[in-house]
């Protein structure tokens, strides 16, 4: 598929419409040469930024990655390698990646690595949240399940996303939402999976997997590698839900649901890969330490409510005795009107 000539540029495109529509639109910009004049800027991740490009009048997402991070290195062919096993079945999960291209030695603006997806109107899981309209206990229930369901579907094809997040979800107007920036996924049976060190967002990741050293801290028995799994991911999803979604929710009867949920997949999550991948006594402490803190704050959840239910109906029957001794007085005093009237 290699058509870009040249040592250190390599091509990717996953058939032949997609690999001529991702060559005629580097060429496009190639041509053009000012990154001003090339697309609208969107935004810029960690080591990445994000265009919108128009090819024929149909928008497209450029994701250019600098040379220092992209030319042909191993988070860039991983990701290249995860939207291969992703996108060869259909599935509306994942971001549908259309062209990729890796250059070394190609012209600015491109030089590094460039990703092409399609263009849809919308905005991040995130940008939704930092708008803090409050959110319904139904949607927050449908997108719980749909994400989840998102990891079982990586997982059925060997894939860990690593770094589930609000900023790396897009929520379309029209169609349904999505998990993309897989520039730390892996396949599972990789022995990239398992690493001595942290990869994806520390405050969604699950306690055994950010504890890991950085690789070649010395005296660090490198048998304690940890082996990414379904289960991180899907951990990530619950800590997303219960540390952003939560204080969306109005009701607090609402928020027990939303926990009673989270707690119920834990359970399971944790139950499931002790048979797999037991964890050490460490990890377990660690992972049942943070179980229980999301029981406690149901318990306290539900015993407010008690509270509040149990102090309504005190409040209920005492505005009945009140209007019920107050009728009694009406209906005294109209008696005795009455007996006097005669």
């Known amino acids: 598929m290699r058509v870009f000539s040249g040592p250190g540029i390599t091509e990717y495109g996953f ?4 690999r001529d529509l991702g060559q005629a639109i580097i060429r496009e910009i190639l041509e053009k040469g000012n990154k001003d004049d090339m697309a609208d800027y969107l935004g810029s991740g960690a080591i990445s930024s994000t265009f919108k490009y128009e090819h024929k009048g ?32 259909a599935g509306p999960y994942i971001s549908k990646l259309v062209y990729a291209i890796t250059a070394k030695n190609m012209r600015q603006p491109l030089k590094g690595a460039v990703f092409i997806f399609p263009y849809l109107e919308g905005q991040t899981f995130d940008a939704y949240l930092k708008t803090k309209e409050s959110i319904s206990l139904a949607k927050a229930m449908k997108l719980l399940t749909y994400f ?36 730390v996924a892996c396949d599972v049976r990789d022995a990239g999976c398992s690493t001595l060190m942290f990869e994806g967002t520390r405050r969604y990741a699950l306690p055994k997997a950010k504890s890991r050293l950085p690789q070649g801290v010395l005296g660090f028995d490198a048998s304690k590698r940890y082996r990414y799994s379904v289960w991180s ?15 969306l929710i109005e009701s607090n009867a609402d928020k027990a649901i939303l926990l009673d949920a989270c707690i119920d997949e834990v ?26 803190k999301l029981i406690l704050k149901r318990d306290l959840l539900t015993s407010a409510l008690k509270r509040h239910r149990s102090r309504s109906k005190s409040r209920s029957k005492s505005r009945s005795k009140s209007h019920s001794a107050k009728s009694g007085s009406k209906t005294r005093k109209s008696r005795t009107r009455s007996a006097h009237s005669l």
């Open 15 to 18: 058939n032949s419409y997609s």
């Open 58 to 89: 149909i928008p497209y997402i450029l994701r250019i990655t600098p040379l220092s991070y992209g030319g042909n290195n191993e988070y860039t062919l991983r990701e290249i390698e995860a939207y291969t096993q992703l996108n060869k079945t």
């Open 148 to 183: 989840l369901e998102a990891c079982d579907f990586m997982d059925k094809r060997g894939i860990v996303h690593r770094d589930i997040k609000p900023e790396n979800i897009y929520l379309p107007t029209k169609q349904e939402p999505y998990l993309f920036d897989l520039d």
């Open 233 to 247: 991911d899907k951990y990530s999803v619950i800590v997303m839900f219960v540390r952003d979604v939560f204080p």
């Open 267 to 292: 359970k399971h999550i944790f139950k499931k890969n002790n048979d797999i991948n037991k964890p050490t006594p460490e990890e377990e402490e660690a992972s049942v330490a943070i179980l229980e």
